[in-house]
């Protein structure tokens, strides 16, 4: 595989650049043996790293990669250095800035990721099996903004999004790519754009195509690995290829933001999906209060608790992805109509520390020698931290509350969007029976969770008295110290509780906090009452700023 992958570096430098890949009939790409790296997983001490396997069964990534081959090959690899310092780890501002400047065109930063995602992604020494779906339209599209750009017929006013590859979990619809939650019984649902990514693209986003993910946003297997989709394969972590976990469900979106496959990529989160993968990926990630964002064509684990947020490298951009994927949604009942002014400029306004009033967890300070340096960090900036024990309250019926919104809001997704002729599948029991026909492929790690969902006999009535008690809950274990010391947010690491904000309905907000010794990153995470994400961004740059930790992943540079 190494050689085929030298192969085709060469084959971008040398190839014809009016001839397609599939002209010349070339294969990128050939499945490989993975059965050594999976034994060399077996006795990992974290039992949901021991894989069963790498790769996908069912997808071929020559349908992925091909249709783009021709594009990419007009690159060469003198060109794509040249290019590094224009866009690598470049904001969204400072890569608006070179365009502008015509030092830059869309073109170039399209092909500029796609040669990055070609270059690591065919490797199969480097491949994070992140990249399961690309836009064949891109740069085509790319090609169009430039053209404009010359003529001068560009919008006057446009969004800083505009023009920027975005990267999407596939879990969002979206027009010309199947959204398939990661599952084979979704692996022909052709469905037009959600309304997030309607927003993305009236804002003049770019598409550059969908991500892995955990397959039904994790919630189809107990126990077993995050980030792992029978469509997808296993998403790797590119800080540590089958060392440490990608964090879960959006797997894809943190690895390949931590990757510089993209400007940066759209996650969802029921709870933890985002501020795991971005706290395990050292990347900037987003949890939104519920209502912030639209989920009308996003497939459902929960209408109560679902929300997409965006993944970027740092703050500012994650307040401009947010801020192109607002808007109100007569389809969504949670969706809120009132504007949050201040989301896209958060990140060009740091909080001062010497104004702040934050939380941190005494459990989590005697626990964790890099929380407690932060914190003592923090107060020497002159933040003023009130250090807590939060309360311990009740979380019973958690898992009902998924379990029962599944078996509700799945049924109604599909109907909603999906087409009957090429998804065979309309409720829970039907992907449960469909993946119990083809067990080895379809469920190799089970589907506990799908079957824990049919067998769930909590009522309407009772599931209403769950989700009022826990959100009671989850305000309680914030609110509790929020309110008698009049804080702007609780601090907390990675995902440890975005269980009680999820049920609360709170913002969260994670950002690079440093490296473990192992070169394992960690996050640390801003906590705020609902619709603060606004105030949560500027005190995050505020943090990013003082304490810039994000590094690179050594092997993706």
């Known amino acids: 595989m190494k050689k085929l992958s030298m192969l085709f570096v060469i084959g971008l430098l040398l190839s014809c650049k009016n001839e397609s890949a599939e002209q010349k009939g070339i294969v990128l790409w050939e499945p490989y043996n993975d059965s050594a790296e999976v034994a060399a997983n077996a006795d990992h001490e974290i039992s949901r790293m021991r894989y069963k396997l790498i790769q996908s069964k069912v997808l071929d990534k020559n349908d992925v990669f091909l249709p783009l081959y021709h594009e990419v090959s007009k690159m060469t690899e003198t060109e794509y250095e ?8 470049q904001d969204i501002f400072s890569i608006q800035k070179h365009i502008d400047a015509n030092t830059l065109s869309y073109e170039k930063l399209v092909l500029f990721y796609l040669y990055r995602i070609y270059k690591y992604e065919l490797n199969n020494e480097t491949t994070l099996n992140t990249i ?28 800083p999004i505009f023009g920027m590859p975005i990267l999407l979990k596939d879990n969002i619809n979206t027009t010309g790519m199947k959204t398939t939650a990661g599952s084979i019984a979704l692996m022909n649902n052709e469905v037009a754009d959600s309304f997030i990514v309607q927003r993305l693209k009236e804002n003049g986003a770019l598409i550059l195509g969908k991500v892995n993910l955990s397959e039904w946003a994790y919630f189809l297997c107990s126990g077993c690995p995050v980030g792992y989709s029978a469509v997808g394969g ?14 879960g469900s959006s797997s894809g979106s943190g690895t390949s933001v931590a990757a510089n496959y993209g400007v940066a990529a759209v996650g969802t989160e029921t709870s933890g999906s985002i501020l795991s993968p971005s706290s395990q990926n050292s990347v900037v990630g987003l949890k939104p209060t ?19 947020g965006p993944m970027t490298k740092n703050v500012v951009d994650n307040g401009i992805l947010l801020s192109a994927m607002l808007g109100f949604d007569t389809s969504d009942s949670k969706s809120v109509r009132e504007e949050f002014p201040g ?3 958060a990140g060009l306004q740091p909080e001062d520390f010497s104004v702040m009033r934050l939380g941190a967890m005494v459990p989590l300070m005697e626990r964790d020698s890099i929380y407690k340096e932060t914190i003592e960090a923090l107060k020497s900036a002159g933040a003023h931290i009130v250090e807590f024990t939060p309360p311990e309250v009740d979380m019973d019926g958690f898992l009902s509350i998924l379990n029962i919104d599944m078996r509700n809001d799945l049924p109604e997704y599909l109907k ?7 998804v065979k599948i309309s409720s829970v029991a039907d992907a449960v029976h469909f993946n119990n026909t083809d067990s080895l492929t379809r469920i190799p790690y089970g589907q506990e969770l799908f079957e824990g969902i049919l067998a769930d006999s909590t009522t309407a009535e009772g599931l209403e008295e769950i989700k009022a008690k826990l ?31 999820a049920v609360a309905k709170y913002p969260a907000l994670t950002i690079p906090m440093g490296y473990k010794s192992s070169g394992e990153p960690i ?18 740059k505020a943090f990013e700023t003082s304490f810039p930790k994000r590094k690179m992943p050594k092997d993706y540079q």
């Open 82 to 89: 040249a290019l590094k310092p224009l866009i690598l780890e």
């Open 132 to 159: 399961i779906a690309l836009n064949k339209e891109v740069v085509a599209e790319a090609r169009k903004l430039d053209e404009q750009k010359k003529k001068g017929t560009l919008p006057e006013v446009r969004h």
């Open 234 to 247: 296993q998403t790797l972590n590119p800080y540590g290829r089958r060392i440490f976990e990608t964090g």
């Open 290 to 308: 519920i209502g912030l964002l639209s989920r009308s064509g996003i497939v459902p684990i929960s209408s109560t608790l679902d929300t997409p």
């Open 343 to 345: 989301i896209l400029s």
């Open 416 to 422: 909603a969007y999906s087409n009957p002729e090429s």
């Open 471 to 501: 959100e009671n809950s989850g305000r309680t274990f914030f609110d509790t110290a929020m309110d008698a010391h009049n804080l702007d947010a609780i601090l907390s690491i990675n995902n440890y509780h975005a269980g009680y904000a």
């Open 523 to 540: 996050g640390l995470t801003f906590i705020g009452k609902p619709f603060s994400e606004a105030h949560l961004l500027r005190i995050g």
